[in-house]
């Protein structure tokens, strides 16, 4: 069974920085394509960055140019390198993995959920 376990939250203030990790376990596809997705009290949730199986990333607009998506080849473990956090950033963050080539942008095309781990940045 596909298992995601999150760590890294925590609470920075504003313009702090934040590097979350995702270990996954139990994968039996060859491939997997995997991303971060966030919820704050009272809205839905909502896709931060994603890379597929091949390397290929997106990343929301409110994210651009501060998050960074990556993930480690060998073990398969997801990172999201946050720079620059804003109070809007707070939220839970949760890592989604799918089989196959996605980029997966939406929460509804995820198959697999971890967790999560709270982010709060205060002003």
């Known amino acids: 069974q596909v298992q995601l376990v999150e760590s890294g939250g925590g609470s920075v203030q504003a313009g702090g920085s934040l590097r979350l990790s995702c270990a996954p376990s139990?994968?039996?596809?060859?491939?997997?394509?995997m991303g971060w997705f966030r919820q704050a009290p009272g809205k839905e949730r909502e896709g931060v960055a994603a890379?597929?199986?091949?390397?290929?990333?997106s990343y929301a607009d409110s994210v651009k140019g501060r998050f960074t998506i990556s993930q480690d080849n060998a073990k398969k473990t997801l990172y999201l390198q946050m720079n620059s956090l804003q109070p809007e950033d707070t939220a839970m963050y949760y890592c989604?993995?799918?089989?196959?080539?996605?980029?997966?942008?939406?929460?509804?095309?995820?198959?697999?959920w971890g967790q999560g781990t709270q982010v709060t940045v205060s002003s």
């Open positions: 989604g993995a799918r089989p196959g080539r996605w980029l997966l942008v939406h929460p509804g095309n995820v198959v697999y």
């Open positions: 139990g994968y039996t596809y060859r491939s997997y394509s």
């Open positions: 890379i597929d199986s091949d390397g290929d990333t």
